[in-house]
């Protein structure tokens, strides 16, 4: 037996078309979303504590619902997804109430949880950071969030309760796709060789149209047909593991070798052993074919015995970011934003800004290399000037924006200033990580 698994999404801002094409031309059994990234679960914290209406999971739930839930009704698609962020019960209330609006009212929905670690429990389990080997309490910054990545176990117990939509919190990406895997091929917890090639192939999907062609485009080097016209992947997966990565027709991009090489290895620092917390995958014996167009067999990966930790991400509240640009344009255009950097450097020490840092970038120029970067061939013809400053607190920031404000009739000449549209102070949400017992969680599955 083959099963069809269609993403529906990478992240929080992914577009949502594809997902509903996925659902309405792909033929699907399962279709699957993948919303969160390693500051998402700090971030909703600290937009939870700042902003009562925040409901706490993913803004666009609606939205990717209404999109998708029509022809997932009509062919009987299950959806498994990690929209929750954290609030997992309460997006599975709303996908009941979206359902509801379809005259659906005998599916069943779960929601699965116990991924949080307060702050007490991460210090009792003894964490250690894996970037410093300090404690805990060495974390500079208010702690405001601790979650370990969960596997896709609690996921499969759900889906064989019943479930035909699966939400959650923080759970590791591949585990999303292989959930519907293990129920469907009936492959154990503790099968690493299944696993492990299951995981390699949720790995491939996770990232949606980076497999298909997306973030892949480099012009005259790897060109794809439609670029705009991406879709999502689809994965057809066969009992022992192995699968066929495809997409929907008459679509653009491409799934290729090289697409399939680039996904593949993409955030692996040892292909060798890749740590879920399912199973730890290697890599390194993966057999890659094409079998026609947008068609493209993946075996041969394999798996070791998971580890007897979970990953922790921790969120820490770090200082601020004041950022604003500015622009020039014309024969001098970078002769004038190195007077103004001047400029601005002065007015810094005058009003004596505390900042841990503060950047006066020439995009186009010098931003990405900074003083690596080469001299430009020509001069160029326009210039735009990003000032942005580290600061412990909020005023200290809002000080960029005031001084880049004043730049406009105290600055020089001909100096392009655009009208604030967005806040220009934002949070700095650290992120660290730490490894607890698996032993010390216990997921929980709701059925709203």
């Known amino acids: 037996m083959t099963v069809r698994i269609g993403a529906g999404a ?75 962020w954290i609030n997992p019960i309460g997006a599975a209330t709303r996908a009941k109430e979206l359902l509801a609006e379809h005259g659906i009212t005998n599916w069943k929905v779960a929601a699965v949880t116990g991924s949080v670690i307060s702050l007490d429990r991460l210090h009792a389990l003894g964490a250690t950071l894996m970037e410093t080997g300090g404690p805990i309490s060495s974390i500079p910054g208010e702690i405001v969030s601790a979650e370990a990545y969960l596997g896709a176990e609690p996921i499969a117990d759900a889906l064989k309760a019943g479930a035909r939509i699966v939400i959650t919190g923080r759970v590791a990406d591949p585990s999303i796709f292989l959930a519907p895997m293990m129920v469907e091929h009936g492959w154990s917890a503790h099968d690493a060789l299944r696993l492990g090639q299951g995981s390699g192939i949720g790995h491939l999907m996770e990232c949606g149209a980076q497999v298909t062609g997306g973030y892949f485009a480099d012009p005259g080097y790897k060109d794809v047909s439609e670029p705009w016209n991406l879709a999502f992947p689809i994965a057809e997966v066969d009992a022992d593991g192995s699968a066929v990565i495809t997409k929907v027709a008459k679509t653009g991009g491409a799934v290729n ?104 970038d020439f995009l186009g120029v010098n931003a990405i290399h900074g003083a690596m970067s080469p001299v430009p ?68 599955i709701h059925f709203v």
């Open 10 to 84: 990478a992240w929080w801002g992914d577009r949502i078309s594809p997902a509903a094409l996925n659902a309405a031309e792909g033929d699907l059994d399962y279709l699957c979303f993948e919303t969160m990234a390693e500051a998402t679960v700090s971030a909703a914290q600290v937009r939870a504590r700042r902003d009562p209406s925040f409901k706490g999971y993913d803004t666009y739930l609606d939205d990717r619902m209404r999109a998708v839930l029509p022809a997932c009704i009509n062919r009987g698609t299950r959806i498994v997804s990690n929209q929750g």
């Open 257 to 360: 070798r090289q697409t399939i090489l680039e996904q593949m290895f993409y955030e692996v620092h040892d292909p060798a052993n890749y740590i879920t917390p399912d199973v730890v995958v290697d890599f390194t014996s993966a057999v890659i074919e094409d079998k026609g167009a947008n068609r493209v067999r993946v075996s041969g990966i394999g798996g070791k015995a998971r580890t007897d930790t979970l990953k922790v991400s921790i969120g820490a509240q770090e200082g601020f970011i004041g950022e604003d640009m500015f622009f020039y344009a014309g024969p001098g255009a970078l002769e004038r934003a190195q007077l103004a950097e001047r400029i601005l450097r002065e007015r810094f020490k005058i009003i004596e800004i505390k900042a841990e840092d503060i950047r006066i």
């Open 377 to 444: 061939a020509a001069p160029p013809y326009e210039v735009a000037v990003r000032v942005a400053a580290r600061t412990k607190t909020r005023s200290e920031a809002e000080k960029i924006g005031r001084e880049v404000d004043a730049m406009a009739v105290s600055g020089v000449g001909h100096t392009g200033k655009r009208v604030p549209h967005a806040d220009r102070v934002r949070e700095v949400i650290g992120v660290w990580s730490a490894l607890v017992p698996r032993a010390a969680l216990t997921p929980q």
